[in-house]
């Protein structure tokens, strides 16, 4: 194949930006690499007047994404716009219907209706790729889905949102709360317009459905992941768990169990000296588990328009090669339905809890735990304020159930100020 | 495509093996990832009466390689024998001339004839894989080739010799001499047969020499590749090194520069703190760095049945899928040949002398390294014993050679007993 890979991208914001430039400062190289010029056609975005700093003169314009889809002198429609209801979706549905492969970068369309158009796709012989959706410039649907393609995969966990992870180490490193660095993030412009999308979870939820789907041939499930946000982590607990040798991350676990399919994007602690404990700032990593493989942990920037347009370019590249394969690695509508699983794998927790300082309340907790078959691993008791003592326990493999079973006893036994803190300690 | 792709493996050690396991449990999670069957139809190895704990019986069998690579009831060839030279190559040769594909592990074979080889199999319309050549089940040579695609490769860098990462590491934790630990890993049955390829460097040179070659777009030029094993490192200086923060490391190191192509596999310090300081045991890390992504690292096992096997099956089952994609990036006629860097790029340097004690030694050697432009940031006189003095210094960014003057200039002082010891700090 020697004739051009014809391009529509819709979107020309930071990352749509980025790929127009790579495009047309590395003509010779991209060509050289794939054996065929990388050619855009047209292009699409909210307004046409606005300055983005590359000539977009040479290109088509289209007022509407979906017009630019539906050209017939494109092979592949470029999706950079972002949202998953709207637009962005009729684009990219109407790009399918009338023959393109679809190039995106957007996984909250793919999280919300990733099956529904991967076979449309596939029932027209077409592809969409999405390595941008996940952990920006860092190669992991390409490793998961063809790397890792002769592994069952045990586990996917990653730090998959660079705001989540840029406020809670400087949260560390600052020994400042929540409330500050969140602000401090904000003004740095780390934020989404949403900023629940970050610090809620969701966009992380997202990508770990969409890895999911792949790793163990499930039809993406967004709605089943067990999501938390960062809002509730203290400066506090940040501290506390440094100085028992863990570190709070944002962490994302999909894994397959008797249970069902485990989906979980939650606050949780990791060893400091572990890789993802060590992960600092803004960067992202992933750890994918399978029987062949063992680990691989993959690290890099997870946004930005460099890593996330050299991965919209990664996928663009593939189908100028003739790459050609199904969206979550095995055709759609070979895809299970995966019951979510009831219950969670069973881990040891962390636990803060404001003590009021009389005989027998400590007893109280520790027969509360024990009533629940829920066993001690580590204790401290300090830092006296008044007629309150801090108390961190650190347990055995519990039952995220049996842990909650204890924990409103503990309440309930009226020893205890406030709600106590549990977070789940993974394994890694 | 629904016909089964057949495969010849030549080879049944190990790796071999492992992948006539992983191809008999998963035959049905393979057909399904790439919509055919895999089929192995042939096997050939050394002996066919030995007991590999997997049944053959079901296959073909075939004394001589060559014989399996021309039988025309398969579609790739897969090259599982190692050795540069005779059967490997023969068989390879045959399998291309006669219209097969190639998957291979073999990274002496590449490093020596890969550019032939590629030319041969590309001529033809065939492809050769190599996932498994470098870095074990990481899916190094899919990043680089297809996941950073978009990137111009500023640098390679990485630990990709599991033995060496392990008599290192465990050199530091133990406090054991190289040559202890040394026999540890071979009792462990750790070192190839010739102690050499791994501990002099030659493997991992290998590996890194086809990093470069798909990197910079150039010919694969091993011959070029600055080697230098871990025979030479002591304990001092693992302990030493320890003390300012750094970590000894064979690290592998490619990059392009004004002054050429500069490919080393040399014992280099790394920051403690640097994934790369923190790499324990046989594990091994690659770091790609890109203009666009920035840096991505990956990280796994180097070696293993398992780890192997997977790298081959994601060749295997990439074929399988008709991905085809050129042996090193791009057509290996468009390779280009770079010269290789006359000349290092500037680092900083680790040193340790050992100073005889009288007045105006310290002088003396500082005045030598000035002599040659070489400044010093930090410097630790210790260790007096007898009357020599441990001196232990890291420079400022130098050139190489103009240290090596400074280090000869000092050894004709007559102030330091013995050679000094210099070791390179990588910027990572």
Not at 25 to 53: W, Y
Not at 238 to 264: D, F, H, N, P, S
Not at 306 to 326: E, H, K, N
Not at 396 to 424: C, F, M, W, Y
């Amino acid at each position: 194949m020697t004739e051009p890979l014809r391009l529509g991208i819709a979107g020309l914001g930071t990352v749509g930006v980025g790929v127009v430039k790579i495009i047309r400062q590395k003509a010779n190289l991209l060509a050289m690499r794939t054996g065929r010029p990388i050619e855009i056609v047209a292009v699409s975005a909210r307004s046409q007047g606005k300055d983005r700093g590359v000539a977009l003169s040479d290109y088509a314009w289209e007022d509407d994404p979906v017009a630019l889809a539906k050209r017939d002198d494109i092979d592949v429609f470029v999706e950079l716009m972002g949202g998953h209801e709207g637009a962005a979706k009729d684009a990219t549905e109407a790009a399918l219907a009338t023959g393109k492969d679809v190039v995106t970068a957007n996984k909250a369309l793919l999280a919300h209706y990733g099956h529904e158009l991967a076979l449309m796709a596939e029932d027209a012989g077409h592809v969409i790729r999405f390595e941008a959706a996940v952990a920006g410039g860092i190669p992991v649907i390409k490793s998961l889905t063809e790397g890792l393609a002769g592994n069952d995969i045990s586990r996917v966990m990653g730090v998959m949102n660079g705001t989540c992870n840029y406020i809670l180490t400087r949260m560390q490193s600052s020994g400042l709360p929540y409330e500050d660095v969140f602000a401090e993030a904000d003004k740095l412009g780390y934020l989404e317009a949403d900023p629940n999308l970050d610090v809620g979870g969701i966009d992380a939820g997202h990508k770990l459905a969409l890895l999911a789907s792949i790793a163990f041939g499930s039809k993406v499930n967004f709605d089943a992941v067990a999501l938390e946000g960062i809002g509730q982590i203290s400066i506090q607990d940040i501290t506390l768990a440094a100085g028992m040798g863990y570190r709070i991350k944002l962490l994302g676990v999909a894994q397959k169990t008797g249970r069902g399919l485990e989906q979980r994007m939650t606050p949780c602690l990791v060893p400091e000296h572990s890789p993802l404990g060590q992960l600092e700032g803004g960067t992202n990593m992933v750890v994918l588990e399978g029987d062949n493989v063992g680990q691989i942990v993959l690290r890099g920037a997870g946004a930005g328009e460099g890593p996330t347009a050299s991965a919209v370019l990664s996928d663009i590249l593939d189908i100028a090669r003739g790459t050609r394969i199904s969206t979550f690695g095995q055709p759609a509508k070979t895809l299970d339905t995966i019951p979510a699983a009831q219950s969670q794998t069973p881990a040891p927790f962390y636990i803060r809890l404001s003590l009021i300082d009389k005989p027998g309340s400590l007893a109280k907790v520790a027969a509360a735990l024990g009533n629940s078959g829920v066993s001690i691993d580590r204790l401290r008791q300090q830092d006296h304020s008044g007629d309150h003592a801090q108390v961190i326990i650190v347990t055995h493999k519990t039952a995220r159930q049996e842990l909650d079973i204890a924990l409103s006893e503990i309440e309930n036994t009226g020893v205890v100020s406030g709600t106590p803190v549990a977070l789940r300690i993974e394994t890694v």
